[in-house]
């Protein structure tokens, strides 16, 4: 690439990414944070969307400097912008598919905590057995009643 193309490549590379990042950033916010509107969640959308500007500016900067037989016509300038581009979109889809994993496990874990939640309120609610405690044993659930000779279970 001849030196008068290289800061047009790498200033629109640039305005790409950021324009990109922007997106990923506040979408990311949203889509973490859920219908509950949760807290924390940006910390983790701003970590995830770091890594894909880091990614995306060393393939700007790779493109920028690899396949020198590209002469400096402005076809060729368009084709590794287009490239570019290809790459930054590949980028994108594996950032929301890290986005995704993540939301993923997020409701995984509410769900758990909305579960055990409700079968500690279920247990409280058991004031009472709900068998007859078999004598010989304690608590209100019997694991085996006793044989009619009292040498202990299965025992013949």
């Known amino acids: 690439m001849p030196d ?8 629109i590379g640039l305005i790409f990414i950021v324009a990109d990042g922007q997106i990923l950033y506040r979408g990311a916010r949203r889509f973490l944070s859920g219908p509950d509107g949760g807290e924390g969640s940006g910390s983790v959308a701003w970590m995830v969307v770091t890594v894909f500007h880091l990614a995306a500016v ?11 037989d590209w002469s400096g016509s402005s076809a060729a300038f368009v084709g590794r912008l287009g490239v570019f581009l290809l790459l930054l979109a590949v980028a994108h889809v594996l950032t929301l598919s890290v986005l995704a994993r993540r939301r993923e496990e997020r409701v995984v874990e509410t769900r758990y905590r909305e579960r055990e939640n409700e079968r500690s309120a279920r247990t409280e609610a058991i004031v009472e057995p709900t068998v007859t405690p078999v004598p010989g044993q304690e608590g209100h659930h019997p694991r085996v009643s006793p044989d009619l000779g009292d040498h202990g279970p299965y025992r013949t």
């Open 4 to 11: 008068n193309e290289l800061p047009g490549f790498l200033i």
């Open 58 to 68: 060393g393939v700007l900067a790779l493109l920028s400097v690899v396949a020198p």
